[in-house]
């Protein structure tokens, strides 16, 4: 079965340094654990900014479109590896790298990082997703409750703009009492083009995806991700391959949906 990691990155986290590796590494560990194509949504120094250390963010609008062509440059010379261009909407130069960069065939879609770039994506949803319906792109969301870029705020702009496919990424981040928002919000959302993706440890938990399959959104529009450096992907895609949910979910989980989100069969 084919597996894609919609959520991947490479670089230098200076502050927990254990969460650092090269792309070539990334790879290497994606391959070993049986992934069959990466999304790489940006270098981690996309969000946080080594310079100033433990603020995490990365302000660096300059920083941010060179991480982008990098990106390009990378993925474009390793079979099966794809990107997302890392928009910061607070920048014009930043709508049109990314306008630019989407004509890429390697570049299949965009990332918000609301939290790390700081501004709170509902004051910007407007303009991000009438953007995204104009250039008919793919949006991978950071999505933690947390001020700036929370689960609520991205399936509201989500069921306002239903054309524009939305998937909020760390479905299982909150805690184990409110793991499932997002599956929530799937349920819930006018919009059948919002999506989650299942970036945690968290996934682990005894029985979680089996309640999230069964009990509250199906498995439609949930998609895997290791978010690569920061997890092991050996350990997330166990959790998967040993729930008890039909081989038809773990295969919508795995490659379907991603597919069918990105428009793009891997």
């Known amino acids: 079965m084919k597996i894609v990691d919609t959520h991947s ?33 940006g270098r981690v120094e996309s969000a946080v900014d080594p310079s100033r250390g433990g603020e995490r963010k990365n302000l660096d609008i300059d920083l941010i479109m060179r991480i982008n062509e990098e990106v390009l440059d990378r993925t474009s010379r390793e079979p099966d590896c794809y990107m997302c261009c890392v928009l910061n909407p607070l920048h014009a130069r930043s709508f049109e790298q990314t306008e630019e960069l989407l004509r890429e065939p390697g570049c299949v879609g965009v990332k918000i990082l609301a939290r790390y770039h700081g501004y709170d994506v509902e004051v910007l949803g407007d303009e991000i997703f009438s953007f995204l319906a104009d250039q008919d792109a793919p949006a ?101 391959e040993q729930a008890d949910i039909a081989d038809a979910d773990k295969a919508n989980i795995l490659f379907r949906n991603a597919e069918r989100f990105f428009g793009q069969e891997f």
Do not use: W
Not at 12 to 36: H, L, N, Q, W
Not at 163 to 175: E, I, L, N, P, Q
Not at 211 to 230: A, F, K, N, Q, W
């Open 140 to 240: 991978m969301f950071h999505s933690i409750e947390n001020g700036f870029d929370d689960p609520p705020k991205i399936a509201y702009l989500a069921a306002k703009y239903p054309t524009v496919k939305a998937c909020m990424a760390h479905m299982y981040s909150c805690g184990a009492p409110i793991a499932l928002t997002h599956a929530r919000l799937i349920r819930t959302c006018a919009s059948t083009s919002l999506y989650a993706g299942l970036e945690h440890p968290y996934m682990a938990f005894y029985s979680i995806i089996e309640h999230t399959v069964r009990e509250i959104c199906g498995s439609d529009r949930l998609m895997y991700g290791s978010d690569l450096p920061c997890h092991v992907p050996a350990a997330q895609l166990a959790a998967i």
């Open 9 to 41: 990155h490479y670089g230098t986290v200076s502050d927990t340094p254990f969460m650092s590796a090269s792309f070539e590494e990334v790879v290497e560990v994606s391959r070993k654990a049986g992934i069959t194509a990466n999304v790489f949504l």
